[in-house]
């Protein structure tokens, strides 16, 4: 990876909220309209809220380190226990990648079918990971440069449809209508935080190139919040306007058509490239002289054929929380309450107990039906296991030195 570009306060806002902009966030917020009108619309802020201050907080830790976010994982883990989460976090990543090719190609597919009665879903799904697979091939400065242009007319499009879409969605007494039986708020909640969550493991691959302080955190947070939210909005309302959580009829159902198509294909390629180059970063961390071009194609491709034969979201969704919920547990409260680093040790068999026994208490919460939700349950239950796990280290450590000292 280059590490010579680095990155404004003003080009990281854009290139987050591009990254918000996407068919899986619109329909995330859809599937929370089954909460309810105003259980949705707190969920849906609160878990954000939630979620963008622990975005912060890890590319704050990026940039002071000058690491990527999975190598920042070695301040708890070690420098090899880090290689877990990058392998983690290739898989995820493949899986965003999957998930955002097969999504924004259904949608196209819908929609083409629609405007003009031709059946092209497998060939949608094709094209737009051949798509990504270019974009993520451009060199870093002239990428830069499309990125910000994208992101613009990004903007444009999303005010547009917004414009349209809640427009409609004003008059409708639907909007009112709470579904029998609700989708509890601990599921919609989970639903919210889950999104920022997912992108903890790359936040710092841009951050740590950041020209400040206030950039590397602010820009990103404000960034993804601002995006994100106006996405989950969208889903939200038109899935209390038109009935449908998938964004393909929510956007027809709107009288959208070349606007929906622009922005599905916009939208997935400027998603799906971050996750592409995250994804390099990670194997990299692992074997450093591995190509960075053909590790692309590679991740895009398993993505692409990911996308054609399966359907893997929420399930997907359940391995996020339970791997990088208890992570960011682990990291945030060494780096900023503890005050360990293990980066000069081979494994830090703390950090990876404690790791073991977050990723235990996701299930059991969720399980439970805990009211923070799976992830933000897991995240407090494993800060406090690690802070007792390091203390009795560091106790059997003392007393190990004091008894070869005597």
């Not at 070695?74 to 995820?92: M, P, Y």
């Not at 391995?319 to 005050?339: C, N, V």
């Not at 494993?382 to 007393?399: D, F, G, N, P």
Request: charged share 10%.
């Amino acid at each position: 990876m280059q590490t010579t570009h680095s990155y404004s306060w003003f080009s990281l806002a854009l290139l987050w909220f591009g990254a918000a902009v996407s068919v899986a966030e619109i329909m995330t917020g859809g599937m929370i309209a089954a909460a309810g009108l105003w259980p949705g619309l707190w969920a849906i802020l609160l878990g954000h809220i939630v979620g963008v201050i622990l975005l912060g907080l890890v590319a704050l830790i990026g940039f002071r380190e000058k690491m990527p976010s999975i190598m920042c994982t070695r301040i708890s883990f070690g420098q090899r226990g880090s290689w877990l989460l990058s392998v983690a976090n290739v898989i995820q990543l493949i899986g965003w990648a999957a998930v955002m090719v097969q999504q924004s190609g259904l949608a196209l597919g819908g929609i083409i079918n629609k405007l003009w009665n031709i059946e092209a879903t497998t060939i949608a799904i094709v094209i737009m990971g051949a798509l990504i697979g270019l974009w993520s091939l451009w060199e870093v400065e002239g990428r830069q440069r499309k990125n910000t242009i994208t992101v613009i007319l990004l903007f444009l499009l999303t005010v547009f449809i917004s414009w349209v879409l809640w427009g409609k969605a004003g008059d409708a007494s639907a909007i009112s209508v709470s579904p029998e039986p609700p989708m509890p708020f601990s599921k919609a909640f989970e639903l919210s935080f889950i999104m920022p969550l997912s992108w903890l493991p790359l936040v710092a691959d841009y951050a740590y190139r950041s020209r400040s302080a206030s950039a590397a955190t602010l820009a990103p947070s404000l960034g993804y919040l601002v995006g994100s939210l106006w996405m989950y909005g969208i889903g939200f309302i038109g899935a209390l306007y038109t009935g449908e959580a998938d964004p393909t009829p929510m956007l027809l159902a709107a009288g959208l058509g070349i606007v929906a198509l622009s922005i599905v294909a916009l939208s997935t390629i400027m998603t799906t490239f971050l996750d592409v180059y995250s994804a390099v970063a990670s194997a990299r961390n692992i074997v450093p002289e591995l190509p960075e071009k053909g590790l692309s194609i590679a991740v895009i491709s398993i993505g692409t054929l990911l996308a054609l034969y399966s359907n893997i979201y929420e399930n997907f969704l359940m391995f996020i929380g339970a791997i990088f919920a208890p992570m960011a547990a682990i990291l945030l409260t060494d780096y900023f309450l503890l005050r360990h680093d293990a980066r000069s040790s081979r494994f830090n068999f703390s950090g990876l107990i404690s790791l073991g026994l977050g990723f235990a208490a996701f299930f059991i919460c969720s399980r439970l039906g805990s009211p923070l939700g799976g992830g933000l349950s897991s995240i407090v239950l494993t800060a406090i296991i690690h802070v007792l796990i390091r203390k009795s280290a560091r106790s059997h450590l003392l007393k190990a030195s004091t008894t070869t000292k005597s």
